[in-house]
């Protein structure tokens, strides 16, 4: 079943395939497993969540750990440069296959997203007290990463976008965590509606990309050129399609304000969410198409543009936030800016600095994250303004947060350093000095801002305000451990080599290997660099000496609380809408409904006019007079309801016309019609009736009727045309019956297909079970919803006053 | 409105009924497949006599005597529904195929021919009358000045952050005084 070719070459002689064939089988059962598994060890966490507590956040983190040796595996298998493309049937008609796509740059997000999974779930064990949903958490937790993993891999786009949406709704999920908290529903509902908006775009621009160039493959893509696609246009729009989709979810402008209101997650999320994961992602489907669209023109300036800009303004933010992790979310930001700009420059080893810099972020923004999290565990404050001292009572988590912070100003001897090195020598290399400018003043904002986070927090005089008691060591590790990776890279980058020249770009990057040293010479990207921390630390004891006055977040740049307020527009809208159509008042509602309708059916009548009289003069018109006689007693009992005057005959009436009307059915010798009209009617008579009691007396209606009088006329009219056009219409369907009707075929096959005779149920419960299957789900559905609508319908006064009925205009008009 | 009658004679019998319109109702659904019948129409049998029997017990005695609540066994016969599309799905064979027992002899009924339609329309049979039930007891108990659900549903269905939906007219009143 599994399809598969090799991109390295054809496979020479029959033993080589064969060896391949099995090869690549067994690599498709590992990379399906590698995804499934946080979803595998799903039931288990349920399981066992009552009885470990807490603890069973070092259960979870077998299932990342699991996943991370099984990719080990892959990549050991793989080959020093990987390219695999592994297929497994899913909709072949469609020419969607679940494909994924195995080579440097998914292995490196796949190693980075699990590695980073098991430190957050051993962080998180040690960090949610045992008050907290355990079971709910992890399990969230579990299939975020199993949808993240299944990104990275994906090879068909439309795979990528399921996957995509996937992280979305369990980021939803995660971010909404504390949902009893008005904060955290906001920073999720945010969260959602920016990302799966911009996942719509995206959606559509992978459907372009598709049209115009005959694949959804990713290989298939980067493979081909642009010049051999159909339309420029198509593929320039799609370009932008796909970049408003990776702009949204990396958070980059003017989409940059969802991620510090997605803060409200519990610490251990943000850590993984905001530094390793779900926003890393636009940075990687950038990485993806950066092959395929970096010839564009347009890609330049607006990767670039967009990129570099929010990174200044992510910095310029962060500057001037007080919360310790709203600081870390806008300097998340701003790397991640960062991160996309470079792609924009586009140059020979771009990718692979860009690379670099990814595992940089990851490991020091976790880091800081955890520390930060340590920090509002052990003080209960986040403000940085009102903390300090803390060196002296967590002095591991404070080394992890110098190196974090070291990484993060980029100062040598950590990741930051060489990363950062990298990109402004490929700004350089590439002349874009306006970026470079960018570049520079934001990373100067980060030093200073970086300076903050570290020396106001865990140096000086502790405030006396501030209670204080030390973490335990177990939490403290793996912000520890992320950290010392960042010493550990940063001081030895030759143990990269390998990595980094696993993650490029076939044809596009020359073969030469590259090759990571801490001192590249003395060059303007060293000099840029000390100019940067000068000119950061000078920012940072000026802005000391004037006590941070001006840190606050301008109201113009509070993109949030301006997307609430359209939220909120929207809703107050819709209900001004309602009530002006006043669909509580059906009397005043139900014709403009019916307006609307006849209009339509009448048009469609106006339209075909000439063909849909043609076969009328030829209707025969014999009657047999039981038809006539039923005709007469619906037509009688119709006429009653309109003429008498109380609720109670009305009904009655209207019951009568009902009843009559399965008559109709029997005549047509139709029983299991009949039944079921006998049925329905005979619920909805018993429903009316008790709804009755609450009806306003007739008396009332009527003096309310006598005051409308004047739109009885139009009613008139309106019911006369729908009569008359129902009418025509149903001559029309006798005259032009379908020259090929299904009906007789269900008849035919009921016996030898269904096994049943009676055709209404073989239709019902077998030809079209899957039809009966969707309606009574949507029955229970709007059960549901009826309930819910019932339950918070505010009563009136309390008690027995009919007035208080829900849904009858009566009670406003009634109020004094 | 009087949610019982007053009637001894109505009272007296509606038991009576109550079995003998199940009996019907169950044998609709069962040979629904084969002559006019099935689920829906069964369910919607069911849940009449479920109406009938409140309308003349009052709705509080019914709910209290009712033995499951009515909407889970709702979600059971949904349940049973996909269960007997998806189960043929596990021996290979396409969702929604039918299986099919025929038995030569049972003692008492004789020829027996039944198939995994039947256990869909149970399926339906069950969702229907159910729904049937709830929505009137609901509409019943809110028409009878009783709140909608008694307090031990209501965290079923609302939570208690949730305000009321129509603060609109409540606004428009404002504005009017």
């Not at chain 1, 399921?162 to 999920?173: C, I, P």
């Not at chain 1, 004891?541 to 609430?564: H, M, N, T, Y």
């Not at chain 1, 219409?729 to 096994?755: C, N």
Request: proline content about 5%; charged content about 15%; some cysteine.
């Amino acid at each position: 079943m599994c399809g598969y070719f090799l991109a390295a070459g054809p496979p020479t002689g029959a033993w080589a395939a064969d060896f391949r064939e099995i090869a690549m089988a067994s690599t498709t059962i590992t990379l399906s497993l590698v995804i499934l598994l946080p979803v595998l060890a799903v039931p288990l966490v349920l399981a066992l969540a009552s009885r470990l507590g807490p603890r069973v956040g070092y259960l979870t983190a077998a299932a990342p750990l699991g996943s991370a040796g099984l990719l080990a595996w892959i990549a050991a298998s793989a080959g020093s440069q990987p390219r695999v493309i592994l297929e497994i049937p899913w909709v072949p008609q469609l020419g969607v296959n679940l494909s994924f796509l195995v080579d440097g740059l998914s292995i490196f997000y796949g190693f980075v997203i699990c590695a980073i999974g098991v430190l957050v779930c051993w962080y998180a064990a040690e960090y949610l007290g045992r008050k907290y949903a355990h079971a709910r958490f992890y399990s969230c937790l579990l299939f975020f990463m199993a949808a993240m993993l299944g990104t990275v891999f994906s090879n068909n786009l439309l795979l990528l976008f399921v996957f995509w949406e996937l992280t979305g709704v369990a980021s939803f999920l995660l971010i909404g965590f504390f949902h009893e908290s008005d904060e955290s529903r906001r920073g999720a509902r945010q969260a959602l509606l920016v990302t799966a908006a911009t996942g719509l775009c995206m959606l559509v621009g992978i459907i372009l990309l598709g049209l115009a160039s005959g694949t959804y493959s990713l290989a298939r893509l980067a493979d081909g050129s642009l010049s051999d696609y159909k339309d420029v246009g198509w593929i320039t729009a799609s370009c932008v399609l796909l970049l408003v989709g990776a702009f949204g979810k990396s958070a980059q402008f003017p989409f940059q304000f969802w991620l510090p209101g997605a803060m409200a997650a519990p610490t251990p999320v943000s850590a993984y969410l905001h530094s390793a994961t779900m926003v890393k992602l636009g940075v990687f489907l950038t990485g993806r198409i950066f092959p395929i669209f970096h010839s564009l023109e347009l890609w330049f300036w607006l990767v670039c543009g967009v990129g570099f800009f929010t990174m200044l303004l992510g910095a310029f933010l962060a500057l001037r936030s007080n919360d310790l992790k709203a600081i870390l979310a806008y300097s998340t930001v701003s790397q991640l800016g960062f991160l996309i700009g470079a792609y924009g420059v586009g140059s020979k080893t771009g990718i692979q600095a860009d690379t670099l810099h990814v595992l940089s972020h990851v490991l020091y923004k976790g880091s800081l994250f955890m520390t930060a999290g340590i920090v509002d565990h052990c003080t209960g404050l986040r403000d940085v303004r009102r903390l300090g001292g803390l060196g002296r009572y967590m002095p591991v988590t404070a080394f992890s947060a110098a190196i974090g912070v070291a990484a993060l100003a980029g100062l040598p001897l950590t990741t930051g350093f060489i990363s950062k090195e990298l990109l402004l020598a490929d700004l350089v290399d590439a002349k874009a000095w306006v970026w470079f400018a960018l570049v520079v003043i934001s990373a100067t904002l980060t030093v200073a801002f970086a300076a903050r986070l570290f020396f106001n927090v865990f140096t000086g005089s502790k405030p006396d305000a501030l209670s204080v008691h030390r973490p335990g060591w177990a939490i403290q590790t793996p912000p520890l451990l992320l950290a010392m990776a960042a010493l550990i890279l940063g001081a030895f980058p030759g143990l990269l080599d390998g990595t980094l020249n696993a993650i490029k770009v076939a044809g596009l990057q020359e073969e030469e290997p590259i090759h990571l040293a801490l001192w590249h010479g003395f060059n303007l990207e060293v000099l840029t660099t000390a100019l940067i921390i000068l000119c950061g630390g000078g920012l940072y004891l000026l802005c000391q000496k004037s006590g941070w006055k001006r840190a606050e977040i301008p109201g113009f740049l509070r993109f949030d609380v301006a997307f609430e307020r359209g939220l909120d527009g929207l809703s107050v809208f819709s209900k001004k809408l309602t009530l002006a159509l006043r669909a509580d008042w059906p009397p005043a509602y139900l014709p403009i409904v019916i307006f609307f309708l006849l209009i339509s059916l009448a048009g469609t009548v106006a339209v075909s006019s000439t063909r849909f009289f043609e076969g009328f003069s030829a209707i025969d018109i014999s009657l047999s007079p039981l038809h006539t006689f039923v005709a007469f007693m619906i037509a009688a009992s119709l006429v009653g309801v309109i003429v008498l005057r109380r609720w109670t005959t009305q009904l009655i009436a209207l019951s009568v016309a009902g009843f009559f009307l399965t008559f109709y059915f029997v005549l047509y010798r139709a029983p299991d019609l009949a039944m079921t009209q006998i049925l329905v009617e005979s619920a909805s008579v018993v429903m009316i009736l008790l709804l009755l009691s609450r009806f306003p007396s007739s008396q009332l209606l009527r003096s309310e009727e006598k005051r409308e009088a004047k739109g009885r006329i139009f009613r008139v009219i309106l019911s006369g045309g729908v009569g008359l056009v129902m009418t025509c219409l149903v001559l029309f369907a006798d005259r032009h019956s379908h020259p090929d009707p299904i009906g007789p075929k269900y008849l035919e096959l009921s016996k030898p297909l269904a096994e049943g005779t009676n055709a209404v149920n073989t239709i019902l419960v077998d030809f079209r079970g899957f039809d009966t299957l969707g309606e009574i789900t949507v029955l229970l559905v709007a059960t549901l919803g009826a309930l819910g609508l019932m339950m918070r319908y505010k009563r009136g006064r309390a008690g027995n006053d009919p007035a208080s009925a829900p849904g009858f205009f009566l009670e406003k008009k009634r109020r004094p | 409105m009087k949610a019982t009658t007053d009637s001894f004679l109505v009272r007296a019998l509606i038991g009576l009924v109550f079995l003998l319109v199940n009996i019907v109702s169950v044998y609709l659904l069962l040979r629904g497949h084969n002559l006019p019948g099935g689920g829906f129409i069964g369910g919607l049998m069911t849940g009449m006599s479920f109406i009938l029997l409140g309308l003349v017990r009052g709705w509080e005695e019914l709910q209290r005597e009712l033995p499951v609540p009515p909407l889970r066994l709702a979600s059971f016969g949904l349940l049973l529904a996909m269960i007997t599309g998806t189960a043929p799905m596990l021996f290979g064979r396409q969702f929604l195929t039918q299986y099919q027992l025929h038995l030569d002899y049972v003692p008492l009924i004789g020829e027996v021919h039944i198939g995994t339609p039947l256990l869909f329309d149970v399926g339906v049979f069950l969702l229907v009358s159910c729904i049937t039930v709830k929505l009137v007891i609901v509409l019943a108990r809110s028409t009878s000045g009783l709140p909608a659900f008694t307090p031990g549903e209501v965290p079923y269905y609302a939570s208690e952050l949730e305000g009321p939906i129509e603060e609109t007219a409540n606004e428009e009143d404002r504005h009017a005084n």
